[in-house]
């Protein structure tokens, strides 16, 4: 059993959804978006693989974001072929955040093809009918997410792209969601033996803390026994999101129990969705544990951040 702090608390009846509960047959079920819908329910849209090994995104609500989840009766974004050949291997591992400038829900999504994996985006106001953007950033790319609102004007993308020296978060903007630029590296990934050494990616969405933009990101360790996926934490200014304020130095939350360690890809918790309760607190976040459930944990925003106060590298 590891030894992390108990800022992440798992939800007792874990795993809450597994691919059994689908509506038609597949293999596993997992890495999910989340968001809160103005009826109040809690939407996430999942990635489930089928048979073949290829996966695409399905959507569940549940009222109150724990049990009684109810799935499209198909998948809700399959890949669209032959409009985009992008998709040809799946879409996977979906980010989703409602932009009230526009009233639409983006979502950033992995377009898999023989060329590798690319940064997606599809535009819905009610998660039936999308307007896909297709590639927005080419392979190889992936863990993508937008920010809510408008930075000074622009809107701003935090992304993974890999490469031979290493996998780092970066952010780029962009004045139409169509058109990226301005490049920067965000966070990179520590060396040596740190838990997040040499490749890092982006969980959730941002989220907005009154102290800065919140990010949770995960850290892959590589041992001799495999990988290990963990959690940790960072915060930016709300203003310039380029700018780092705090980075915590030990992971909070990592494969402990069963569910989390023995799967198709086992020792990974890896979040994709968070929500928020109405107490502005409560943070909910949803994660995919060892490649093949999905799975509940609670955390609270002003114990966050107090312990990146105490753990700031």
Not at 18 to 27: G, K
Not at 238 to 262: C, I, S
Request: charged share 20%; proline share 8%.
């Amino acid at each position: 059993m590891e030894k992390t702090t108990e800022l992440f608390v798992r939800y007792p009846g874990n795993p809450i959804l597994t691919s059994a509960q689908l509506p038609y047959s597949a293999n596993t079920l997992f890495n999910p978006a989340a968001v809160s819908l103005p009826d109040g329910k809690t939407l996430l849209l999942a990635r489930v693989e089928d048979f073949r090994g290829l996966s695409h995104l399905t959507a569940s609500r549940s009222i109150d974001g724990v049990k009684d989840w109810i799935f499209d009766s198909s998948p809700t974004l399959p890949p669209d072929l032959p409009g985009h050949p992008e998709e040809e291997w799946g879409t996977e591992d979906a980010r989703v955040v409602f932009l009230p400038e526009l009233g639409l829900y983006a979502i950033t999504y992995t377009a898999y093809s023989k060329r590798g994996p690319g940064v997606a985006l599809a535009l819905t106001e009610n998660f039936k009918q999308f307007e896909r953007y297709g590639l927005i950033l080419p392979p190889e790319n992936k863990d993508a997410a937008l920010f809510p609102v408008k930075i000074n004007g622009r809107w701003a993308l935090i992304h993974r792209p890999a490469t031979g020296y290493g996998a780092h978060l970066w952010i780029s903007f962009s004045p139409d969601l169509r058109h990226w630029g301005d490049h920067q590296v965000l966070l990179e990934a520590r060396s040596g033996g740190w838990w997040d050494a040499n490749k890092i990616g982006l969980s959730p969405p941002p989220i907005w803390t009154p102290k800065g933009w919140l990010v949770i990101y995960h850290g892959v360790r590589q041992n001799c026994a495999g990988c290990l996926y963990r959690l940790g934490l960072a915060l930016f200014d709300l203003e310039d999101p380029t700018h780092l304020l705090k980075r915590g130095d030990e992971w909070v939350f990592g494969p402990q129990e069963t569910y989390e360690q023995l799967g198709d890809v086992g020792n990974v918790t890896f979040p994709c969705g968070t929500t928020l309760a109405p107490d502005g607190d409560t943070l909910r976040i949803y994660y995919g544990a060892a490649d093949s459930t999905i799975a509940l944990a609670f955390a609270s925003l002003k114990q966050i951040l107090a312990w990146l106060d105490e753990h700031n590298q």
